[in-house]
């Protein structure tokens, strides 16, 4: 019953962009997320190209979609940093899939349920990404569990204010 | 089977974009000969294309909302907080708002102009040859301290060139593309730099941890190290010039992995956080200014002019000793040639003999006794014409020893100092 519950909410509460808001939103958290450490400083606890991973996966509620988008946003990440192409790209995919997946289950017009979504999925990618630095790929890597944490409240935060103005983004029939 | 990929295509498409990210990822890595895995230091050509995409496609707009940022920066400072008080009294203050206006813009010109003068100063001071560049972007992670400029391959930028400030190193440049290049910080736990300690002399590998600090890691513990000491590159490392500042020892701390070692905290010169204008050291040959290579020419004319002196020097002694024939013995016998001898340079003069006198006597080159016993006795005719009717003397045996210290072939004509000095051509 509850299967049947998901699927008919699945197929009704499917949202749908215009085209550009795919490509453009993204790339505006690149770029954002790429400039923004020059005005904060070391205080930037953030990682928008998850965040707007998880919207697009909590929304469109197709896993293929969110793995995709999850796998070209972290790759692109990766691409901006000296580390190695693929880590963020692994974690993001991750992340992305399971946000589509929990956002068939869940009520993600709700928005205590969206963030502490983002604030799990921000934890798990970066665990992803230590696993995959330290155990997978065999590297060094010092790690400070506690900026983690204030990413991941920094996601959700973010979230909080950012997700109510992509929603008016949407359409509408 | 078609019902297999359609009930599992979601964990189908999942594990197939997984699976190429990590044989992406494998090809990425490589193992040292020390058995430890690690990024090559070069990207692959698939890697570098991926890299130039990202930054294609994300450094025009981040250069736009930067040159953006700047512009309401400036319009902020010199417009809307003037349109106030230009409001309250618009007839009166009309003329004072446009000075002010005026002055605003002035003072912003001539505090960006003594900015740059600065820089342009330390660049003029500085030895080496360096490229100014502005930083636009950042590579957006805390696990990765890198940041982009605007000068790439087009402005003659390379790999591993330093990246420095007037107040200490920055970092050295990772990537170049053909108008921007990534610059992997001094902070970032992948970058090594060596350093010194000023004082102590004390020689180490900088390098930054997870929260972006400097650190100078893999040292023993030696209590001369105190906070306050500047540390300076070591210049062994090929990228930093020797003896830039790199920050000042913030504390001591025991390394907690190993017994015995220590790991010093080191607080940047350079305001890593908040870089806008860098220089990148295009070149390490030591480039001077107009002044001193002026002195440069002028000191190479004088020693030109100086071995010029020399030579005509050189050149007069040969024709004055090819001219006075008095001062070679024609009659002497050939001297036999040793081949193992040393071949005298031709600045050395022979010491010259004099010729036979017609009518010697006791003053005579030749009647005089062997060069140490004159110079025993002091050069004394006296004491010559003593020592010849005298054979068992103080002298005599003051002589022996002297003689013992010579060379058992140091004749007198081989002897300098023995040999009375021609005074007047014969």
């Known amino acids: ?173 | 089977m078609e019902s297999f990929f359609a009930r599992y295509r979601n964990y189908l498409v999942l594990l197939t974009i997984l699976v190429a990210q990590m044989i992406g990822l494998a090809v990425q890595v490589r193992r040292t000969g020390s058995g430890r895995n690690t990024l090559g230091m070069q990207d692959g050509e698939g890697v570098r294309l991926i890299r130039l995409w990202a930054t294609a496609l994300v450094s025009p707009p981040e250069r736009f909302i930067h040159s953006s940022r700047l512009l309401v920066l400036g319009l902020w400072q010199n417009y809307f907080d003037l349109r106030r008080t230009h409001a309250e009294n618009q007839q009166l203050q009309q003329t004072i708002d446009r000075l002010r206006l005026e002055q605003a813009a002035l003072l912003e010109d001539a505090k960006e102009g003594q900015r740059l003068e600065s820089l342009m100063g330390f660049q003029q001071k500085y030895l080496y040859a360096t490229q100014a560049a502005q930083v636009f972007g950042t590579g957006g992670s805390n696990l990765s301290r890198v940041f982009y400029i605007d000068k790439g391959s087009a402005d003659k930028l390379e790999r591993d060139m330093a990246v420095i400030t007037p107040d200490g190193i920055v970092g050295k440049v990772r990537e170049v593309f053909r108008h921007s290049a990534q610059v992997l910080a001094i902070n970032d736990q992948n970058s090594g730099a060596g350093v010194i300690l000023e004082t102590t002399r004390i020689r180490g590998i900088l390098r930054g941890n997870a929260d972006g600090r400097l650190q100078i890691v893999d040292l023993l513990a030696d209590k001369r190290i105190q906070p306050g000491e500047k540390v300076l590159t070591a210049g062994g490392d090929q990228i930093f010039p020797r003896g830039l500042p790199v920050g000042e020892v913030e504390k001591v701390v025991p390394d907690p992995d190993r017994d015995g070692f220590i790991e010093i905290m080191v607080k940047p010169a350079a305001h890593l956080d908040r870089l806008d204008e860098v220089l990148v050291i295009t070149s390490m040959q030591p480039r001077f200014s107009p002044q001193e290579q002026n002195d440069l020419a002028t000191s190479e004319t004088l020693k030109g002019a100086e071995a010029a002196a020399l030579d005509e020097q050189r050149k007069a002694s040969t024709i004055m000793a090819e001219r006075l024939p008095g001062l070679t013995d024609p009659n002497a016998p050939p001297k036999p040639v040793d081949p193992n001898a040393p071949q005298p340079s031709l600045l050395v003069v022979a010491p010259a003999k004099p010729l036979k006198p017609i009518h010697p006597d006791r003053f005579s080159p030749g009647a005089a006794p062997d060069a140490p016993t004159a110079a025993a006795a002091g050069d004394k005719p006296k004491a010559q014409a003593e020592k010849t009717s005298a054979p068992v003397s103080r002298t005599a045996s003051q002589a022996d020893s002297t003689a013992g210290s010579q060379p058992a072939s140091g004749q007198s004509a081989s002897q300098p100092d023995s040999e009375p000095k021609p005074q007047r051509n014969p």
């Open chain 1, 1 to 173: 019953m509850a299967r049947v519950g998901a699927i008919s909410r699945h197929d009704m509460e499917v949202r749908r962009y215009p085209i550009l808001v795919y490509g453009l939103i993204p790339l505006t958290a690149l770029v954002l997320q790429a400039w923004l450490p020059r005005v904060v400083g070391r205080y930037a606890w953030f990682d928008l190209p998850l965040v707007v991973t998880v919207y697009f996966a909590l929304g469109r509620r197709s896993p293929i979609q969110g793995t995709l988008m999850g796998a070209v946003l972290g790759l692109f990440e990766d691409a901006l940093t000296g580390h190695a192409i693929g880590i963020n790209g692994i974690a993001k995919t991750v992340c992305g899939f399971l946000a589509a997946s929990v956002g068939i289950r869940v009520d993600v017009e709700n928005s205590a349920i969206r963030i502490v979504l983002n604030f799990a999925l921000s934890l798990l990618s970066s665990s992803i990404y230590l696993f995959v630095y330290r155990f997978l790929l065999g590297l060094s890597l010092e790690w400070s569990w506690m900026t983690q944490l204030y990413i991941a409240i920094g996601n959700s935060v973010i979230a909080f204010f950012v997700f109510p103005l992509l929603d008016r983004l949407q359409l509408r029939d």
